[in-house]
């Protein structure tokens, strides 16, 4: 198996990326896979959700993408995870400023990668839930994506505006860019309205469309709030149990 760059993303906010990200990584550790995480996102959850003080950073991502340390100087371990992390905190938001009139821009995430793909099974990059410079940095590194998405009102209309946009990367910068799959997450099997858009979701993407699902009782402030993955402080709860067998499918998924 070659490495595996994926994006975590949607560009609605509220549906869980970050908690996937953190638990996804998590569980693919825990079947001991090299994984690192990346977080893109200046609000630093994922960094947080990870058991690190992302007020205490001395080098993270922000730092990688304006040149001013590599990869490998700035890494840091979950311990509870058992990945690797590229740490942000809300200095992040600057790098977008800082970024914007330099050359080639949005490679460079990609290009800081390249010297760590060898070290790793998995990337996870954790991104923003707007089409920023970040993003776009994310999306152009990665080789796959997957998408978290709730199955609510206008769930649709969101990831259309995301594929459209990574249509337009994979034609103009990226053509290894596509969906490797989506993942409903907050998922209340009892509610009429979450089973007729994950019906819609199927009818749309088919084989796109992860089997697992990640059970409402997974809060979204779950990881931050707890300083950890789920699989650290309860192995048997049914979001644990559903990200594992995430973590599986993807195994498979990317196998074939």
């Known amino acids: 198996m070659g490495i595996n760059i994926i994006a975590v993303a949607n560009q609605k ?10 638990n996804l990584a998590a569980s693919l550790a825990a079947q001991k896979k090299r994984v690192l995480v990346i977080d893109l996102d200046p609000q630093g959850n994922a960094t947080t959700g990870s058991g690190i003080d992302k007020s205490n950073i001395s080098s993270g991502i922000y730092q990688v993408l304006l040149g001013e340390a590599t990869i490998k100087e700035a890494l840091l371990h979950s311990k509870n995870g058992g990945y690797d992390i590229l740490a942000a905190n809300r200095t992040l938001a600057g790098a977008e400023v800082e970024l914007v009139q330099e050359l080639a821009r949005e490679m460079r995430l990609k290009n800081a990668v390249a010297a760590v793909t060898d070290d790793y099974d998995f990337i996870l990059i954790d991104c923003p839930p707007t089409l920023t410079l970040l993003t776009l940095n994310g999306l152009v590194a990665a080789n796959g994506v997957i998408v978290p998405m709730v199955c609510e009102y206008y769930a649709l209309e969101g990831i259309s505006d995301l594929v459209a946009t990574i249509r337009k990367i994979r034609q103009a910068i990226n053509p290894k ?29 088919g084989k796109q469309l992860f089997e697992t699902t990640i059970p409402r009782n997974v809060r979204l402030a779950e990881a931050p709030s707890h300083g950890m993955p789920a699989l650290a402080y309860d192995a048997k709860a049914k979001g644990t149990v559903a990200y ?5 499918e993807l195994l498979k998924r990317v196998a074939s």
């Open 13 to 22: 906010g509220g549906v869980g990326k970050t908690t996937t990200v953190v």
């Open 244 to 248: 594992l067998a995430l973590a599986d």
């Open 177 to 205: 860019l596509d969906i490797l799959g989506i993942v409903r997450t907050l998922y209340d099997s009892r509610s009429r309205l979450s089973q007729e858009v994950s019906e819609q979701l199927q009818a749309h993407f």
